[in-house]
């Protein structure tokens, strides 16, 4: 099994930065694609950006290309999200996610097989 646990959510300005981690735990969980979500409420589950085992592919959701980035450190266990120029928005619970590699069907959340209990990031405007 693999146990999943979100940090760094927190209050900022909009226009400001915060990085999200995602450490990891459980047999062979530097082998996962990683992915992050976020929900608002009342709203779907949205994809926001995906990570290969490696760390040789990226996905991002339009809405985030180009001021997000996520990265991996399989030697910390931790997957990384490093938001910039933030918008109110952004404003969601975050959620790390993890699932079997290769790296497919990235985007959506029946493709995970592991969730994390999601760390709130609101931005003020």
């Known amino acids: 099994q693999v146990q999943l646990v979100e940090s760094g959510g927190g209050l900022v300005q909009a226009g400001g930065s915060l990085r999200l981690s995602c450490t990891t735990s459980?047999?062979?969980?530097?082998?996962?694609?990683m992915g992050w979500f976020r929900q608002s409420p009342g709203k779907e589950r949205e994809f926001v950006a995906a990570i290969s085992w490696s760390g040789g592919s990226t996905a991002y959701a339009d809405s985030v290309k180009g001021r997000f980035t996520i990265s991996r450190d399989n030697a910390k266990n931790t997957v990384y999200l490093q938001m910039n120029t933030l918008k109110p928005e952004d404003t969601a619970v975050y959620y790390c996610a993890a699932r079997r590699s290769p790296f497919t069907n990235v985007v959506h959340t029946t493709g995970y097989d592991y969730w994390g209990q999601g760390t709130q990031v609101t931005v003020s405007s």
């Open positions: 459980g047999r062979t969980s530097s082998s996962y694609t």
